[in-house]
Structure formats: structure tokens, C-alpha cells
């Protein structure tokens, strides 16, 4: 049952842009349209807005939110300095958000995911969810290669103990309460998909079709994909250090074996030539360590980002705040 009888919340709906000169004004009228439907059934509250966050795109996406700003009274901008990443302009836009909002909705700007979705999102929130994560029911749009990866991938993190929602990306509603947990998250290696579930709470599914990219083209050709993967996978999870340590006791033992059958041989009076062998192992054992010394470089690597603490976004503009200030748009 929604309970009518509280406040209806403030929704913050959080759209990340690079480079989406082309989507943005269908995004703004859907989202507009969608937001509009809500506030009338009092689903949620009157100062609902959408948050634009300019990931430093090059063409003219900051000047569209800026013109649209002016004349729609829901939409609100921020304009990262530099391109940090989908995921920490995501984050910019969510720590941004949770200032005013009861909870943030964050979609992608592309319309592949279904915005219609997100009036159940709240139904649910309102039901005492704090957490909703939006699940792709059908991925016939995306090409066979994409889901075939995408499908690996989800597998693969499940494996190495990683809690992650199938079948979902970045497409869900938060509450302020969650929001809260979310800051204080602080690493740098920010993979928004594997930490959500870590916050905890109340969570549900709310199942939509994905559609094609509305217009423009992917921001994440192969090679930032399969960084992303790596990096999901080595920020949430140890199982790879942990393989290469049982793969060198192995080796190790086997050595040991090997040595004293080397010995009983010799003590037998059979001549090993074994130069083929010794040199087989010797490379085998190259390989393998290599591989090790790669996997803790990785570790290493991830470990002097997190203790440097940049900052994962530089905001050049925040024009919700202007706007507050100001003449009071929003
Ligand atoms: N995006 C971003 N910064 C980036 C790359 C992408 O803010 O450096 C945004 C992009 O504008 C879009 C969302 O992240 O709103 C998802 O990107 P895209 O649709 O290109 O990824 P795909 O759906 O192909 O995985
Ligand atoms: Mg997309």
C-alpha cells in the first residue's frame, strides 16, 4: 500500500553526459514528461528535478543544460572541470542530489534504459525500499558479443564472491539513507555496481526492456570496457592474489618431488640428460611468475591510487546552487 498520507518525497533524477549533444533533448523532454506524471499523481514532491553532470564533454552538452536550465524549471547542471569517468560523474551527481532530494533516481543519457521504469521505482521506495535496483529483462538490442561478455562478466564476479546483481547496471533509485552510506565510501576505484549491495538494507527489482542507444554511439568502445571489467574485478575481490599464492605452493610441491626423484635416479646410476625438461620448467616457472609479479603490480598499483585520496571529480559549475542563490529557478 503507498502510504498518501506523508509528504510525497523529493526526487533527484541523475543523469550522467559525455558527449550526448545528440540524446539530450529527447532525454529532457522524456525525463521532463516522466517527472510531470509524477509530481501530478503526488507520487513525489513538486521541487523533483533531473541533475545534468557535464563529464567535460567536448561538444556543446554543457550549453544545451545551460539553455534548458533557463527555461525548465526541473532541470539542474553540473558541470565536471575534466572528463573524470561514468562512474564518478555518477557519483558527483548522487553526492550532489542527496543535498535536496529524499532519493536520487540515476539513468544513463542514452534512453537505453526505459524511463518509464522509474515511477516504479518510487512506488517502491515509497512500499519502504531503500534501495531499487532496475533489471534488464530483454537485451535483444545489445549485440550478441556485448551480452555474451557482459553475461562472463556477471559470472565471473559472482564467482570470486563479488555480490552483484545480475543483469544491472547503473539504472536505480536510492534513498537519502542510503545516499549517506554511499559517501562514505572513499575509495578511488569506484565500481558502483559492486558497492551498492554492500551498503545493505531493503532493496527490490523492478524489471524494464533496454533499448537501443537513442542517438549518438557508445561511450565505451571495447578498450574502456574491458578496463572497467578489470577494475571491477580487482577492486572487489582478492581471489586472484589468493590463486596465484595456491598456484606457487603447487608449484612448489611439485618441484619438491620432481627434485627427489631427480635424486633416486642419480643415486641409481641412470644418466638423466634432462636438458630439455630443465629448460621447459625453467620457462614454465618464468611464465608463472611473471603472471604473479603482474597480478601484485595490479594490487600495488590500485593501493597507491587509494592512498593519494585524489579527488574523483572537480566541479566547475554547479548551477542548481546559482539557481538557488539566484533567481530561484529550482
Ligand atoms: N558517460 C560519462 N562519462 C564517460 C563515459 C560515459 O558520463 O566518460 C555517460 C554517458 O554519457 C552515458 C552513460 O555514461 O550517459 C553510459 O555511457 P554509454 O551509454 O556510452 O555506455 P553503454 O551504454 O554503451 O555501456
Ligand atoms: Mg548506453
Known amino acids: 500500500m503507498l502510504a498518501t498520507t506523508v509528504q510525497p518525497p523529493v526526487l533527484g533524477i541523475v543523469v550522467p553526459c559525455y558527449n550526448e549533444e545528440e540524446v539530450l533533448p529527447e532525454t529532457v523532454r522524456r525525463l521532463t514528461d516522466v517527472l510531470d506524471r509524477l509530481v501530478r499523481e503526488k507520487l513525489v514532491a513538486a521541487g523533483s528535478f533531473m541533475l545534468f553532470v557535464d563529464d567535460g564533454s567536448r561538444d556543446r552538452t554543457w550549453e544545451l543544460i545551460e539553455s534548458y536550465r533557463r527555461t525548465n524549471p526541473r532541470v539542474a547542471g553540473l558541470k565536471l572541470a575534466r572528463n573524470a569517468g561514468h562512474q564518478s560523474a555518477l557519483l558527483a551527481g548522487l553526492h550532489r542530489a542527496r543535498l535536496t532530494a529524499d532519493c536520487a533516481v540515476s539513468i544513463d543519457a542514452d534512453l537505453q534504459d526505459d524511463p518509464e ?13 531503500d534501495i531499487v535496483y532496475g533489471i534488464r529483462q530483454s537485451r535483444a538490442t545489445d549485440t550478441a558479443f556485448k551480452r555474451g561478455t557482459a553475461q562472463m562478466f556477471y559470472k565471473l564476479l ?14 536505480r533509485l536510492m534513498s537519502r539513507r542510503a545516499l549517506d552510506q554511499l559517501e562514505r565510501f572513499k575509495e578511488v576505484n569506484l565500481f558502483l555496481r559492486g ?9 527490490a527489482r523492478v524489471y524494464f526492456d533496454r533499448h537501443e542507444r537513442f542517438a549518438g554511439e557508445s561511450k565505451y568502445p571495447l578498450k ?12 572487489l575481490s582478492v581471489t586472484p592474489i ?4 595456491a598456484a606457487g605452493f603447487a608449484l612448489f610441491l611439485l618441484s619438491v618431488i620432481a627434485g627427489l626423484y631427480a635424486v633416486v635416479q642419480k643415486l641409481a646410476g641412470n644418466t638423466v640428460t634432462g636438458w630439455a625438461s630443465l629448460m621447459v620448467s625453467v620457462w614454465f616457472v618464468g611464465g608463472i611468475q611473471l603472471i ?3 597480478l601484485i603490480g595490479e594490487y600495488i598499483g590500485k593501493i597507491y591510487k587509494e592512498v593519494k585520496r585524489r579527488p574523483l571529480y572537480i566541479i566547475e559549475k554547479d548551477a542548481r546552487a546559482e539557481a538557488e542563490s539566484g533567481n530561484g529557478a529550482a
Do not use: C, Q
Open 117 to 129: 521504469a522509474i515511477r516504479e521505482f518510487v512506488v517502491k521506495y515509497r512500499e519502504g525500499f
Open 158 to 171: 559472482s564467482r570470486l564472491g563479488a555480490k552483484i546483481e545480475y543483469n544491472h547496471a547503473d539504472y
Open 195 to 203: 558497492i551498492v549491495p554492500m551498503i545493505g538494507f531493503k532493496s
Open 224 to 235: 574502456k570496457m574491458l578496463s572497467f571489467a578489470w577494475d571491477g574485478i580487482t577492486s
Open 242 to 245: 589468493r590463486l596465484v599464492t
Open 292 to 294: 604473479s609479479l603482474g
